[in-house]
């Protein structure tokens, strides 16, 4: 935990070394997802297919998936630009030393300029879900903070099988980058909307809507299926595969070389 910490002051630290760019960027990335979000609401407004499905049910899965896609981003950069540290050898470094390989290549790259958007995430989550939930119980309470923590996990786990493919290929993370946007984006509408081939693949093999969507019609009374409750635990699953690929992945690394 020592290390943690010290990873997590020393980015902060590096983050506010230059406070106006910090806080534009923070700016920047909250605007960024808002002007998504009005796109998503224009897009809800016009079409009468998606007219079945409440505006606020709409703010709730979109800023559930934000939500945890931006905290993957904050805390788990290392991951996202593993292949830099391929490409300039400091991967070497980092398996000399006796410390957890999966800790330190967190503690690689923390940024913090995602705060922004992930502030923005939680406060629409908040209002989202007040509005959403009618009777508000402790399962539903603990099923709000899984989501999250679900889609977290998953979004890691997409980007320790990206990193898993620059051992190989070096520069292969960008085409996992298309996967994780593209699952972000899938994620940020009604499943409903989607034909069968592509609601059984983010269902069975990229486990995204389990979720936002399901867990959804339990918090409005939509279903009272206990099981959808568990279902954004599925995702450490995802992440106990994820961290196998990457162990194989690692034992046909060869080093960069000098």
Not at 47 to 67: A, Y
Not at 209 to 223: A, E, F, G
Request: hydrophobic letters at 50%; a positive charge; charged letters at 15%.
């Amino acid at each position: 935990m020592k290390l943690i910490k010290n990873y997590l002051s020393m980015h902060l630290k590096v983050s506010l070394e230059y406070k106006s760019s910090f806080i534009l960027s923070c700016i920047s990335q909250a605007i960024y997802m808002l002007v998504e979000l009005f796109t998503i609401y224009a897009l809800f407004l016009k079409f009468k297919l998606l007219n079945t499905f409440d505006i606020n049910e709409m703010l709730l899965g979109f800023s559930t998936i934000w939500l945890g896609y931006s905290l993957a981003e904050l805390f788990a950069r290392g991951f996202d630009h593993f292949d830099k540290l391929i490409v300039r050898g400091d991967f070497d470094l980092l398996l000399i030393r006796p410390r957890s390989i999966f800790i330190q290549i967190f503690g690689s790259d923390i940024c913090y300029e995602k705060f922004g958007r992930t502030l923005c995430a939680l406060l629409i989550y908040i209002y989202s879900a007040s509005k959403v939930i009618t009777n508000l119980t402790l399962l539903k309470i603990s099923l709000l903070i899984t989501m999250v923590i679900g889609c977290f996990i998953l979004i890691i786990s997409l980007f320790i099988i990206g990193a898993s493919f620059c051992f190989v290929t070096v520069q292969g993370i960008e085409a996992i980058n298309i996967i994780t946007n593209g699952t972000k984006q899938v994620a940020e509408y009604p499943l409903s909307i989607y034909k069968k081939p592509v609601r059984m693949f983010f269902t069975f093999v990229i486990p995204i809507v389990l979720i936002n969507y399901y867990p959804i019609s339990y918090l409005t009374d939509k279903t009272g299926n206990i099981l959808y409750v568990f279902m954004p635990l599925v995702t450490i699953i995802s992440f106990i595969i994820s961290e196998y690929i990457f162990h194989i992945g690692m034992k046909k690394y060869c080093s960069t070389g000098s």
